[in-house]
């Protein structure tokens, strides 16, 4: 395995699946869609009241975050592994975990990032303070990565499965705990005046972590799959 | 290694285990009445909680088994990645249901516990809500297995979010502890001498063996219905049965 092969194979899937993702445009935005109505019947349910909205904006923000990327996983994975073309990369000459990170890399370009996008509007809704959306940005853009990284592991493993949705859900979301635990920290605990590089440096850690372990375990989980 | 090898093979693991089990279930009942009167009998009240500690005698193992099992269950995902032994993901499916029983009992008796000294059933403690995900963690295991038909790509899938899964358990445990702590901090510990009057610790730790006598018995049975049926038509367990019923 070259390091040219390495990054060519990087490149490749991140064009393919970006390129895909935009001759269906529809269906980003459908996700993104979903994040603003889930995040918009939190007032509606918990009442109006700007102090209550105040404090647990950032947390909804942050849930509502991992559940639209839970449900976009099923794009990296399933149209391709059901025409067969997974199969072809998997075989093919480029090495595959760096076509798997590619993959990874397009579905963050187009979930995490427009959801990064839409937040300091959400932030504004729930009345945070410009300080408080700019943590919760930094929170978000070193965490949503994570939740691809990691997702990509868990669609893989339930690539093709009956009843694969809810299953996704059971597999995943512990595993996004400790994200939204310190993502959702450090904006409380900047709000209380309190130091957050504590919370960064473990969201950076744990981006560290999924970035070296995640392609590989996802290229296993694709095997177990196709085998 | 060769006895090993031998024994990785279903077909000589398939009577071993017959035979072993009820050894491992008498341990784990003997041992298990021993610490039931120790801790309910001799040991003497708490002089903070009254006679309600006394549930630690169940509590304090239960948890200790539902993470030790689920380390368990990674090390045979290891075993199994690494040495392509069946009898490792076998093993590995065994333990799940022993482990999420464990994992049940420890929030039972936690929540029963909780009620008369801290006055509720459930708060959103590091520990407690650390031992629900958990809980969330096995349910995925066996929720995984039970959706993949292949028994083939079932163990394989199984053994990687085992993996995955002990990658995370120390992660999600550190981030709630962060999160939020109520819970008493560990009585038993290695490096701090126990806080505990020695005779409950005994209690303690003789009740910890009988779970996991248990725990050894209840996944040999459960092993050997699981290679019953993976191996239903197979050469030797016809023979075996054929020998069983004469």
């Given at each position: 395995m070259t390091q040219a092969g390495v990054w060519a194979g990087f490149a490749w899937g991140l064009r393919r699946d970006l390129r895909l993702s935009a001759r269906s445009s529809a269906e980003v935005l459908v996700v993104l869609?979903?994040?603003?109505?889930?995040?918009?019947?939190?007032?509606?349910?918990?009442?109006?009241?700007?102090?209550?909205?105040?404090r647990i904006g950032a947390g909804i923000i942050w849930v509502c975050a991992t559940l639209a990327c839970l449900l976009s996983l099923h794009r990296m994975f399933a149209l391709d592994f059901a025409d067969g073309s997974l199969e072809q990369m998997l075989f093919g000459a480029m090495p595959f975990p760096s076509i798997v990170a590619g993959k990874i890399g397009a579905h963050w370009l187009t979930t995490g990032c427009p959801l990064l996008l839409c937040t300091p509007l959400v932030g504004v809704q729930f009345g945070l303070s410009g300080g408080e959306i700019g943590v919760l940005l930094l929170s978000l853009a070193i965490g949503t990565?994570?939740?691809?990284?990691?997702?990509?592991?868990?669609?893989?493993?339930?690539?093709?499965?009956?009843?694969?949705?809810?299953?996704?859900a059971l597999l995943l979301l512990p595993?996004?705990?400790?994200?939204?635990?310190?993502?959702?920290?450090?904006?409380?605990?900047?709000?209380?005046?309190?130091?957050?590089?504590?919370?960064?440096?473990?969201?950076?850690?744990e981006l560290l972590l999924a970035l070296v372990g995640a392609p590989f375990a996802t290229a296993a989980a694709v095997r177990t799959a196709i085998d | 290694m060769s006895w090993l090898y031998r024994f990785?093979?279903?077909?000589?693991?398939?009577?071993?285990?017959?035979?072993?089990?009820?050894?491992?279930?008498?341990?784990?009942?003997?041992?298990?009445?021993?610490?039931?009167?120790?801790?309910?009998?001799?040991a003497p009240t708490d002089f903070q909680q009254g006679e309600a500690y006394r549930i630690i005698y169940i509590h304090v193992p239960a948890a200790w088994m539902s993470m030790f099992i689920y380390v368990l269950m990674a090390f045979y995902g290891i075993l199994f990645f690494t040495f392509n032994t069946r009898l490792s993901a076998m093993m590995m499916s065994a333990l799940a249901p022993t482990g999420a029983m464990f994992t049940f009992?420890?929030?039972?008796?936690?929540?029963?516990?909780?009620?008369?000294?801290?006055?509720?059933?459930?708060?959103?403690?590091?520990?407690?809500?650390?031992?629900?995900?958990?809980?969330?963690?096995?349910?995925?295991?066996?929720?995984?297995?039970?959706?993949?038909?292949?028994?083939?790509?079932?163990?394989?899938?199984?053994?990687?979010?085992?993996?995955?899964?002990?990658?995370?358990?120390?992660?999600?445990?550190f981030s709630v502890q962060w999160?939020?702590?109520?819970?008493?901090?560990?009585?038993?510990?290695?490096?701090?001498?126990?806080?505990?009057?020695?005779?409950?610790?005994?209690?303690?730790?003789?009740?910890?063996?009988?779970?996991?006598?248990?725990?050894?018995?209840?996944?040999?049975?459960?092993?050997?219905?699981?290679?019953?049926?993976?191996?239903?038509?197979?050469?030797?367990?016809k023979r075996h049965v054929a020998e069983q019923a004469r």
């Open positions: 869609g979903f994040f603003l109505i889930v995040v918009t019947l939190f007032p509606l349910s918990v009442g109006p009241d700007p102090r209550v909205l105040h990565p994570v939740l691809s990284l990691i997702g990509g592991i868990m669609a893989a493993l339930t690539l093709g499965l009956r009843g694969g949705g809810a299953l996704l595993l996004y705990i400790p994200l939204l635990v310190f993502g959702v920290g450090a904006v409380d605990s900047y709000a209380a005046g309190m130091g957050i590089e504590g919370h960064f440096s473990v969201l950076g850690a | 990785a093979s279903p077909a000589t693991f398939y009577p071993l285990a017959g035979k072993l089990a009820p050894w491992f279930f008498a341990a784990s009942a003997v041992t298990g009445l021993i610490g039931l009167y120790i801790g309910l009998i001799e009992v420890a929030l039972w008796t936690g929540a029963l516990w909780g009620r008369p000294t801290w006055g509720t059933y459930w708060v959103w403690d590091a520990r407690l809500t650390s031992e629900l995900i958990l809980l969330f963690l096995y349910l995925g295991f066996m929720a995984l297995q039970a959706a993949i038909e292949d028994p083939r790509r079932a163990d394989k899938a199984a053994a990687l979010l085992a993996i995955v899964g002990v990658v995370n358990v120390p992660i999600i445990y999160w939020n702590t109520l819970h008493q901090g560990a009585s038993v510990s290695l490096t701090a001498s126990p806080k505990m009057a020695m005779i409950m610790l005994t209690g303690m730790l003789i009740m910890a063996f009988s779970a996991w006598m248990y725990t050894i018995g209840a996944s040999l049975l459960r092993v050997r219905a699981i290679i019953l049926e993976r191996e239903a038509g197979a050469e030797w367990l």
